[in-house]
């Protein structure tokens, strides 16, 4: 397969459209987690649709003092992991092409979620994501478009976008893809030093460590639901190897002092310890959420919930999230 460059939208509203179109939103510095967008793309389009994958770098969603200017530009290889994941096109639009005239006068509003997390750290960066997905969703007219779970937050937002404003579009979200030692793949990840690698692992080894929390709890839940509140109860749990003191699991899981709190202190003291390592780890937030809103969930709440961390590493600012389901056996992920 030969990948087209495409840079205006009357090329790519003139090629003949045969089946569904697929498309993958980027900013370019392609990893091997974009190309697992493109290859799935390539599944959902089927061999008579069509994969178009952007490379836009969108000024709106960065805001002062970040890393606009040294974002990585690397177009020529960018076509070729494009064209070896499965693409057929790729639309790399200049900036004058995607805002004629201008930055927009007229914007999509995050409203309350976009303000929330990542929203609070990065004023404004919501609304500028929004604007260009709904400019590029404009310009490609795609009948479905995915995006990485990772950007957990940015997907929700779409997702409620598409919904709120009658978009006809399907967005799919993919899984995070991950390095062997678990650090999710980045365009940014360049950016960091061996040392500051090392460190930057904390964000993931908090996560796993809040999902091994969830995933105890939810064993717990699942024993206690199986073995009956009687007498009956201890003489089972005994009956299997379990000390006496283990016999009352069953009043420790209805009580469940705290599932959600319980998860994230996991988390937190993989983090508090990242904060002494050379170079530490400087901790944005760490929060156990609602995928609907991004509020923090109760303990009481059952359900999907999103684990969500952000922090910086020397200069590098990154993100990463797990998400878990409460109530319900071996729903972590």
Do not use: C, W
């Amino acid at each position: 397969m030969t990948t087209t460059l495409l840079r205006t939208a009357d090329e790519l509203h003139a090629r003949v459209r045969r089946g569904r179109r697929a498309v993958v939103m980027t900013m370019g510095a392609l990893h091997e987690g974009h190309a697992t967008l493109i290859r799935a793309a390539r599944e959902v389009a089927g061999p008579e649709g069509e994969v178009v994958v952007t490379v836009f770098v969108n000024p709106l969603q960065f805001g002062e003092g970040e890393d606009l200017d040294r974002y990585p530009r690397t177009l020529d290889a960018d076509i070729k992991i494009a064209e070896q994941a499965g693409a057929d096109a790729v639309f790399a639009p200049s900036v004058d092409e995607v805002y004629p005239g201008g930055a927009p006068q007229v914007r999509v509003s995050a409203g309350p979620m976009g303000e929330r997390l990542e929203g609070s750290s990065r004023p404004g960066h919501f609304d500028g994501m929004l604007t260009v997905v709904a400019k590029l969703l404009h310009l490609t007219r795609p009948d479905v478009a995915l995006f990485g779970q990772k950007d957990a937050q940015q997907l929700a937002l779409i997702r409620r976008m598409v919904r709120d404003l009658n978009f006809g579009v399907e967005i799919v979200g993919v899984p995070t893809v991950r390095e062997e030692d678990g650090l999710a793949l980045s365009s940014r990840n360049r950016y960091l030093s061996p040392q500051e690698r090392r460190t930057a692992l904390a964000l993931s080894q908090a996560l796993f460590a809040g999902r091994d929390r969830h995933a105890a709890q939810e064993a717990l839940r699942a024993r206690a639901r199986e073995v009956p509140a009687t007498h009956a109860r201890a003489e089972a749990l005994s009956a299997i190897g379990e000390s006496r003191a283990a016999a009352d699991t069953h009043a420790v899981a209805k009580a469940l002092p705290g599932a959600p709190s319980a998860v994230r202190a996991a988390a937190r003291q993989v983090l508090d310890e990242a904060l002494r390592l050379d170079p530490p780890i400087a901790l944005d937030y760490l929060a156990l959420v609602d995928p609907s809103d991004f509020t923090e969930i109760a303990d009481d709440f059952t359900g999907e919930a999103v684990l969500a961390v952000a922090a910086r590493v020397g200069t590098t600012r990154l993100i990463d999230n797990l998400p878990l389901t409460f109530g319900t056996l071996g729903a972590a992920s």
